[in-house]
């Protein structure tokens, strides 16, 4: 049993019809993450519950974070034992946020609940990436738990082409800054024009 957990929840994005709450993958995922975290208190394991502070909106001015937050407590993570990380627009800053808590707790293992196979197997090569080029931090390994979700083509082929490019950009320090400044340009439309959510 591990002596200190980081559990991070990776949202998908609002829910359409109420965008005062995560859409129906984003919630599935918090319920996993809550049961592990409320198991992991049980055994006496030190856990934190990492929420992203992503600053994207909704198009009724929803800050991602807050109701992120709200959720998590809604499904019995304490206050106390929750890490808000540094403002976010999208993966790359996700990443760093991620690796800046886990290099402030280096005996943590990191458990990250996404809603997407695919969407993991890309966030797993960004997030050390950004570790790597940007933080100049060797993150430990991913412990990635996805939910067995049905999706269409598009949404899994977007994940597989950004965890091609990812991979390609990241053999070399300046490729990767190139590709990590233009998807964090890219991304901060979603704070001044608005965001819905990223899997449909």
Same mark, same amino acid.
């Given at each position: 049993?591990?002596?200190?957990?980081i559990i991070v929840w990776i949202a998908n994005g609002f829910n359409p019809?109420?965008?005062?709450?995560?859409?129906? =993958?984003?919630?599935?995922?918090?319920?996993?993450?809550? /049961?592990?975290?409320?198991?992991?208190?049980? +055994?006496?394991?030190?856990?934190?519950?990492?929420?992203?502070?992503?600053?994207?909106?909704?198009?009724?001015?929803?800050?991602?974070?807050?109701?992120?937050?709200?959720?998590?407590?809604?499904?019995?993570?304490?206050?106390?034992?929750?890490? =808000?990380? /540094? +403002?976010?627009?999208?993966?790359?800053?996700?990443?760093?946020?991620?690796?800046?808590?886990?290099?402030?707790?280096?005996?943590? +293992?990191? +458990?990250?609940?996404?809603?997407?196979?695919?969407?993991?197997?890309?966030?797993?090569?960004?997030?050390?990436?950004?570790?790597?080029?940007?933080?100049?931090?060797?993150?430990? =390994? =991913?412990?990635? /738990?996805?939910?067995?979700?049905?999706v269409g083509l598009k949404s899994r082929l977007l994940y597989r082409a950004?965890?091609?490019?990812?991979?390609?950009?990241?053999?070399?320090?300046?490729?990767?800054?190139?590709?990590?400044?233009?998807?964090?340009?890219?991304?901060?439309?979603?704070?001044?024009?608005?965001?819905?959510?990223?899997?449909?």
């Amino acid at each position: 049993m591990p002596k200190e957990v980081i559990i991070v929840w990776i949202a998908n994005g609002f829910n359409p019809a109420d965008p005062s709450h995560t859409d129906p =993958l984003s919630q599935e995922a918090l319920s996993w993450a809550a /049961r592990n975290y409320r198991r992991y208190v049980r +055994e006496g394991t030190r856990v934190f519950f990492l929420i992203i502070k992503s600053i994207v909106r909704s198009a009724d001015n929803d800050i991602l974070h807050d109701v992120m937050y709200k959720e998590a407590l809604g499904a019995l993570v304490a206050p106390a034992d929750i890490i =808000l990380s /540094r +403002e976010t627009t999208g993966s790359p800053t996700d990443g760093l946020a991620i690796a800046m808590v886990s290099r402030d707790h280096p005996d943590a +293992e990191l +458990e990250l609940y996404a809603c997407l196979k695919e969407a993991a197997d890309y966030f797993r090569v960004m997030y050390r990436a950004v570790a790597e080029h940007i933080l100049g931090y060797t993150m430990p =390994l =991913l412990g990635m /738990r996805t939910l067995n979700t049905k999706v269409g083509l598009k949404s899994r082929l977007l994940y597989r082409a950004m965890r091609a490019v990812t991979h390609v950009a990241r053999m070399t320090k300046p490729t990767f800054r190139i590709w990590y400044n233009f998807l964090n340009w890219a991304y901060r439309r979603r704070v001044t024009h608005g965001f819905g959510r990223t899997i449909a």
